[in-house]
């Protein structure tokens, strides 16, 4: 198995761009999870889809934050327009979500946004 | 107050040290409880699930207890490679009783084992 795929590794873009995350989740798990980390607030959770539906987007910071699952294989996680403050790592995650079950989670290896 | 609380550390021991590592979380209808470890500009990856009776992997002991919602991590015979931040995680269950996998992380404890 692959585990979670994450693109591109490294992005480096003047503030006001558009960015574009991307992750493919581990064949067969039902539920999706983007993440943020930074030196100051840790990992923090922005969004989580199960079955493609997106649960809770509490955790997005913004408007100029938004993720999309168009299917069961493909997610993304656009910010327009960027700025310094997003600077960070994302990640993103997947589990098979079942009632009952010890849901560990699997991480991609995580794009490292810098904006500039 | 935040859902789990970690003590951030940094702890610094000599090889072969034993180190404990102490997690509390606020909500009572928490159905899972995991560690993970999260080296240097690395993803985090699971380390051991916390189990009710408490579990031994190897070196590495946890224990849960949930009339204090306490959990706890045990590092023995300390290695240089165990130098890595320690998350505690723990999966809720919502006001439906459905998660869908969700899991809250503490902030970490960063560990560093030296020579």
């Known amino acids: 198995d692959a585990g979670v795929i994450q693109s591109p590794r490294h992005e480096v873009t003047e503030m006001g761009q558009e960015v574009t995350l991307r992750c493919k989740p581990i064949?067969?798990?039902?539920?999706l999870f983007w993440y943020r980390q930074t030196m100051m607030r840790g990992l923090e959770l922005l969004i989580y889809?199960?079955?493609?539906?997106?649960?809770?987007d509490s955790g997005m910071p913004e408007d100029r934050f938004s993720a999309k699952m168009p299917n069961a294989s493909f997610s993304t996680l656009k910010i327009q327009p960027s700025e310094p403050r997003d600077s960070a790592v994302y990640f993103c995650?997947?589990?098979?979500?079942?009632?009952?079950?010890?849901?560990?989670?699997?991480f991609g290896p995580g794009t490292r946004l810098t904006v500039t | 107050r935040k859902e789990v609380e970690q003590d951030p550390g940094p702890f610094n021991v000599p090889e072969g040290a034993t180190v404990a590592f102490n997690c509390t979380y606020s909500?009572?209808?928490?159905?899972?409880f995991f560690w993970y470890r999260q080296d240097c500009r690395k993803e985090p990856k699971l380390l051991m699930s916390?189990?009710?009776s408490g579990n031994e992997d190897g070196r590495f002991t946890a224990q849960l207890n949930r009339a204090s919602q306490y959990i706890s991590l045990l590092i023995r015979d300390s290695k240089l490679s165990d130098s890595a931040t320690y998350l505690c995680?723990?999966?809720?269950?919502?006001?439906?009783?459905?998660?869908?996998?969700?899991?809250?992380f503490g902030q970490g404890t960063i560990l560093t084992v030296h020579p």
């Open positions: 995650a997947s589990t098979l979500g079942l009632a009952g079950g010890m849901y560990e989670q699997y």
């Open positions: 064949s067969g798990h039902n539920s």
């Open positions: 889809f199960n079955n493609n539906v997106p649960i809770d």
């Open positions: 909500n009572s209808a928490s159905q899972s």
């Open positions: 916390v189990y009710s």
């Open positions: 995680v723990v999966n809720f269950s919502n006001a439906g009783g459905t998660s869908y996998g969700k899991l809250t």
